[in-house]
């Protein structure tokens, strides 16, 4: 850095997972759950003119910086069934992320909350033919809190279906399938 600072590039974070499993002879079950907290700050050329150099080792962060926070919970899931396998994923993501531009005011705040799923239905047809039947999911709402924007408010929702068969002949494997979204 040949003795020069970059200020305000100061950054700090605080995470924490859990991951519990569950499991029988038709069903096994994996939970995730995930969390993170964190500040970034802001670097620009000119930011010398705003801030003045504190201590070096400090960990504060007083001028411009970004906040965020994200939580994801999930669930996988297999159920074993008669003849067939029955696959479930189910996720949750809710990412906030607010800034605060110097002074300690927050000028942004959004939150973008997204809730996915898929389902998978396996069938072995016979030894060499599988079917696999599935639909994926999901809904997003991006909210604005803050004063600025820099994304609208927004909500999606999309769903696709799909059908796919495999055969598979000594060397050969022969793949095909139709989907829709």
């Known amino acids: 850095g040949d003795?020069?600072?970059?200020?305000?590039?100061?950054?700090?974070?605080?995470?924490?997972?859990?991951?519990?499993?569950?499991?029988?002879?038709?069903?096994?079950?994996?939970?995730?759950?995930?969390?993170?907290?964190?500040?970034?700050?802001?670097?620009?050329?000119?930011?010398?003119?705003?801030?003045?150099?504190?201590?070096?080792?400090?960990?504060?962060?007083?001028?411009?910086?970004?906040?965020?926070?994200?939580?994801?919970?999930?669930?996988?899931?297999?159920?074993?069934?008669?003849?067939?396998?029955?696959?479930?994923?189910?996720?949750?993501?809710?990412?906030f992320r607010q800034e605060d531009e110097g002074g300690g005011k927050l000028s942004l705040q959004m939150q973008l909350n997204s809730l996915i799923g898929s389902a998978k239905w396996i069938k072995d047809l016979n030894e060499k033919t599988k079917l696999i039947l599935a639909n994926n999911a999901s809904i997003e709402q991006n909210i604005n809190y803050g004063a600025r924007k820099l994304v609208p408010d927004a909500f999606m929702a999309e769903s696709a279906l799909s059908v796919y068969m495999r055969h598979h002949w000594n060397m050969v494997i022969l793949e095909y399938g139709i989907g829709t979204g």
């Open 3 to 95: 003795n020069n600072r970059v200020l305000n590039s100061r950054f700090n974070g605080t995470f924490a997972a859990i991951n519990i499993g569950y499991a029988t002879k038709k069903w096994v079950n994996d939970i995730h759950y995930y969390f993170s907290y964190n500040q970034f700050g802001f670097i620009f050329s000119d930011l010398q003119q705003f801030l003045e150099p504190d201590n070096r080792w400090s960990r504060t962060i007083n001028g411009p910086h970004h906040i965020v926070t994200l939580n994801m919970l999930s669930s996988e899931n297999t159920i074993q069934l008669k003849r067939s396998t029955l696959k479930i994923n189910l996720g949750y993501q809710s990412n």
